[in-house]
């Protein structure tokens, strides 16, 4: 059986191994054998180099953040050498490695950090990959019980899942929603509707629409809550101590370094990702911008023009994995002396300007600075690097964005299944190629 | 009384000077005033007089009174500067419900006219219903803009949402998507039609497009929807009214049932504009203000219900003017 804690160290059992363990941080340097026992039985790790098997409590706490780095950005990057995160049998390690974790970020950095916002997705990222390892029954029954768990404590508000919401993760149309708070109990479910249901079971429509993935998703945002309120909660504490415990500290400092090594991976745009600046490729381009390039008939032609045009073409040409590299660069970091962007980039969306019926420069001269503000560079009428920064270099607006300001714009094909972004489309079709 | 008039200079004149006053600003834009941006606009040719700040009210009515502007904006959000329009703190969750742009519209007009005012307040009325219902938002102030209703919510849940879920709000407020007819229960696909599930969006979805339907007439145009098909609509549309939704899903056939909603589903996203909700930073008419083109006041409504454009938001120099 799947512990609670391998999912919710913050759960009574999880605190309940804390308390057994003792919490002396004298001994968390000390290699632990048990620890090392069991990695090393577990079939799919890799067990090539002594490096891959942390040998203490302290190593488990690195291993955690260096899993998440490496998995973001290392394209060396294999699972293998960290398989031993996402099996239960390391539970009673993990939970006191994830106390510690939280413990030494929170007395050095405090909640608003870097480095706690990173150990707060570190673990929400930790959990949906332990979920998606468990077997199908597995999933079920550990999302039902921590669910009930944590729904004694609170009630969801569809507000407190607003990030989720922004970032797709869940519609707030597949929720079902009443007096603002979110529906995940049966109990709950048969008291509002269970006399409103006609012909179908009550019971069956809830299961059918208050399905797992949205349990799951919900259960790991308020892990992620309560990992967040946690940190807060030891930084306070600290505040009052008069020496914080130079161990924790110590450690801290470590997991910031590992931290910071997602930021070397960035860099230029040209490189890293899987697709790098090239020529536009109009081949590949999706067919809005298709639609874009050929000047808009109607109305909306500067909002085309500026900033869904100007931000596409500028970045497919130089920027391309802007969304995978996810780190802000400008323009000059990829074309320092300006001539791709003067000789190719604005020379495309000036064209498409002057496609627009009437042409969009003849009765509103003033959007050629506007473009240039797009790119980054003011409200200026020339690009002069000196006036870079002034202005943000506008990222492509996404499909949802375009379907709105725009909705005569999106005539989607095949490929635009499931993209969000037309830059996502183009990325895509180059990859293909 | 010539109704929808652009006023004149002079006109605009009297009413700031004799008919305005600054305690018809809401409190709600009173209380942080300092935080917001103004713009105006003193030609009618857009709000080109920006960046505006008032950190009192005194400020803003002599502005007010001096410039007499032909339109007076000021901004959904909040900001540290707002002179620069920086350091945003939180914007205003805002419904933009403009009569002359409803989808399905009863009337014919070229303009506004009551019919379609009476049912820009039908509409915001359900959407505020939904509002207060399954979101359970607080802090709703209704304004009247002259020519439709600006829903605008100060629930602090909301106000430092992002673009993405606000959008996904107004979908799910206007019904813009059909809801998914299959359901997976990990052994079973089931097929349920949005009408057949009494609660959540499908539930909103149903009453929206019943209103839609319901308000259609032979002259309104829908996608993929030809002259025969209509016709069949507005014949079998009386089943609505009773909730009988499978009997007129038989009469119009299951295709062409799936057509019909599918259209109006997307003309849903026209009920109110989406480009207002989901910008941050948008200016919105001041409520008080004189809405010139049309010769209305910019109004709160304190009660919608009772609310009646032609007797609370006309200025007393329309009523004056001789026929």
């Known amino acids: 059986m799947i512990q609670m804690s391998f999912i919710n160290p913050l759960s009574d059992e999880g605190k309940q191994t804390v308390r057994e363990d003792g919490g002396d941080l004298s001994r968390i340097f000390d290699e632990n054998t048990a620890l090392i026992d069991i990695i090393n039985s577990i079939k799919s790790q890799e067990i090539s180099d002594d490096k891959y098997i942390p040998k203490n409590y302290v190593d488990l706490v690195i291993k955690r953040v260096e899993w998440y780095v490496n998995k973001k950005s290392d394209p060396e990057y294999n699972i293998k050498q960290y398989a031993f995160l996402f099996n239960p049998k390391i539970t009673k390690f993990d939970v006191i490695a994830f106390y510690i974790l939280c413990q030494a970020v929170g007395i050095k950095f405090g909640p608003n950090s870097r480095e706690s916002r990173a150990i707060v997705e570190i673990e929400g990222q930790i959990i949906e990959n332990r979920l998606e390892e468990l077997s199908s029954s597995q999933r079920t029954e550990i999302t039902r019980?921590?669910?009930?768990?944590?729904?004694?404590?609170?009630?969801?508000?569809?507000?407190?899942?607003?990030?989720?919401?922004?970032?797709?993760?869940?519609?707030?149309?597949?929720?079902?929603?009443?007096?603002?708070?979110?529906?995940?109990?049966?109990?709950?479910?048969?008291?509002?509707?269970?006399?409103?249901?006609?012909?179908?079971?009550?019971?069956?429509?809830?299961?059918?629409?208050?399905?797992?993935?949205?349990?799951?998703?919900?259960?790991?945002k308020m892990i992620m809550q309560n990992t967040e309120n946690y940190i807060k909660r030891v930084h306070e504490k600290a505040g009052r101590e008069i020496e914080p415990n130079s161990t924790l500290l110590k450690i801290a400092d470590e997991v910031s370094e590992v931290l910071s090594k997602e930021m070397r991976y960035y860099g230029g745009g040209s490189g890293g990702g899987n697709?790098?600046?090239?020529?536009?490729?109009?081949?590949?381009?999706?067919?809005?911008?298709?639609?874009?390039?050929?000047?808009?008939?109607?109305?909306?032609?500067?909002?085309?023009?500026?900033?869904?045009?100007?931000?596409?073409?500028?970045?497919?040409?130089?920027?391309?994995?802007?969304?995978?590299?996810?780190?802000?660069?400008?323009?000059?970091?990829?074309?320092?002396?300006?001539?791709?962007?003067?000789n190719e980039i604005l020379?495309?969306?000036?064209?498409?300007?002057?496609?627009?019926?009437?042409?969009?420069?003849?009765?509103?001269?003033?959007?050629?600075?506007?473009i240039n503000a797009k790119l980054g560079f003011g409200m200026h009428d020339k690009l002069n690097p000196q006036h870079e920064g002034k202005t943000t270099w506008y990222t492509p607006m996404s499909c949802e964005k375009v379907k709105m300001n725009m909705p005569g714009l999106c005539k989607p094909d095949d490929l635009c299944k499931g993209i969000g972004n037309p830059l996502s489309y183009y990325t895509r079709k180059m990859r293909k190629k | 009384m010539e109704m929808f008039k652009p006023a004149t200079l002079k006109e605009r004149k009297i009413y700031y000077k004799e008919e305005w006053n600054i305690k018809q600003v809401p409190d709600f834009i009173e209380e942080s005033i300092e935080n917001r941006e103004f713009g105006f606009d003193h030609f009618g040719r857009g709000p080109n007089d920006r960046y505006k700040v008032f950190t009192e009210p005194d400020y803003l009515k002599r502005f007010m009174k001096s410039k007499t502007p032909f339109a007076a904006y000021c901004s959904v959000a909040y900001y540290e500067k707002p002179r620069k329009r920086d350091g945003w703190m939180k914007s205003e969750l805002v419904f933009d419900v403009d009569a002359k742009?409803?989808?399905?519209?009863?009337?014919?007009?070229?303009?506004?006219?009551?019919?379609?005012?009476?049912?820009?307040?039908?509409?915001?009325?359900?959407?505020?219903?939904?509002?207060?219902?399954?979101?359970?938002?607080?802090?709703?102030?209704?304004?009247?803009?002259?020519?439709?209703?600006?829903?605008?919510?100060?629930?602090k849940d909301v106000m430092k949402m992002d673009s993405d879920v606000r959008s996904q709000v107004l979908k799910y407020l206007v019904g813009a998507d059909v809801p998914k007819d299959r359901y997976d229960d990990g052994e079973v696909i089931y097929r349920l039609e949005h009408f057949s599930i009494p609660f959540g969006y499908p539930e909103v979805f149903t009453e929206r497009i019943k209103y839609a339907v319901l308000h259609l007439t032979e002259d309104s145009k829908l996608d993929d929807v030809n002259k025969k098909l209509l016709k069949d609509v507005l014949k079998y549309r009386k089943l609505l009214e009773d909730d009988e939704w499978g009997s007129f899903k038989k009469e119009i056939g299951p295709i062409r049932y799936k057509k019909v909603?599918?259209?109006?589903?997307?003309?849903n996203m026209g009920l109110v504009d989406a480009k207002v909700t989901i910008d941050l930073k948008r200016i919105l008419r001041l409520p008080s203000s004189l809405h010139s083109k049309v010769s209305m006041r910019c109004t709160e409504v304190k009660n919608i219900e009772t609310f009646d454009p032609f007797e609370d938001a006309v200025p007393k120099f329309v009523r004056e003017r001789k026929e």
């Not at chain 1, 969009?360 to 050629?368: G, H, R």
């Not at chain 2, 909603?261 to 003309?267: D, N, R």
């Open chain 2, 261 to 267: 909603v599918s259209s109006i589903a997307s003309l």
């Open chain 1, 145 to 220: 019980q921590i669910m009930n768990n944590l729904l004694i404590q609170d009630r969801i508000k569809w507000t407190s899942l607003a990030d989720l919401i922004s970032s797709k993760k869940i519609n707030l149309q597949d929720l079902v929603l009443k007096e603002g708070y979110v529906i995940l109990d049966l109990e709950d479910f048969m008291e509002y509707f269970g006399n409103e249901i006609e012909h179908r079971q009550p019971e069956k429509m809830y299961n059918l629409f208050i399905g797992n993935r949205i349990k799951e998703l919900i259960i790991i």
């Open chain 2, 101 to 155: 742009d409803i989808p399905v519209r009863t009337c014919s007009c070229s303009n506004v006219c009551e019919i379609c005012l009476d049912q820009a307040k039908e509409i915001v009325s359900r959407l505020i219903d939904t509002i207060k219902g399954d979101l359970s938002l607080k802090d709703i102030h209704l304004v009247y803009s002259g020519r439709g209703y600006h829903i605008r919510v100060l629930d």
């Open chain 1, 347 to 370: 020379p495309m969306i000036h064209d498409a300007a002057d496609r627009c019926n009437p042409p969009l420069f003849d009765d509103q001269p003033q959007e050629k600075v506007n």
């Open chain 1, 275 to 342: 697709i790098k600046a090239s020529p536009l490729n109009v081949d590949m381009l999706p067919p809005c911008i298709k639609t874009a390039l050929k000047g808009i008939k109607s109305g909306g032609r500067n909002e085309v023009i500026v900033l869904f045009l100007t931000p596409f073409l500028s970045y497919a040409r130089l920027y391309p994995s802007v969304f995978s590299k996810n780190t802000s660069l400008k323009v000059s970091d990829i074309d320092s002396d300006l001539k791709i962007t003067k």
